[in-house]
Nanobody
């Protein structure tokens, strides 16, 4: 059972930045893929970014490319999502997700609100 705890959400003005953190209860090298998802009110949960454990290859949703960066600190068992140039439409609850073998795990989510 992998436990994930997100932090770093908050209220920010358009054009601002936030960095989200996802702390895992286990060595993230044992987790094949870690991802960030988000869910806005009335919308389906969508994939924002992902990072592989072995290759550290990353992928991003088109809507965040060039603005968001996913990274990992293996020593801290933590994955980050640096969000720059935030837009109103980035407002959502952001969830951390881990895939290990046939199972996937979710954090409780952290709220990001972009508002002027």
């Amino acid at each position: 059972q992998v436990q994930l705890v997100e932090s770093g959400g908050g209220l920010v003005q358009p054009g601002g930045s936030l960095r989200l953190s996802c702390a895992a209860s286990e060595n993230i090298n044992s987790i094949a893929v870690m991802r960030w998802y988000r869910q806005a009110p009335g919308k389906q949960r969508e994939l924002v970014a992902g990072i592989a454990s072995v290759s550290s290859n990353t992928n991003y949703a088109d809507s965040v490319k060039g603005r968001f960066t996913i990274s990992r600190d293996n020593a801290k068992n933590t994955v980050y999502l640096q969000m720059n140039s935030l837009k109103l439409e980035d407002t959502a609850v952001y969830y951390c997700n881990a895939i290990r073998g046939p199972k996937q795990y979710w954090g409780q989510g952290t709220q990001v609100t972009v508002s002027s």
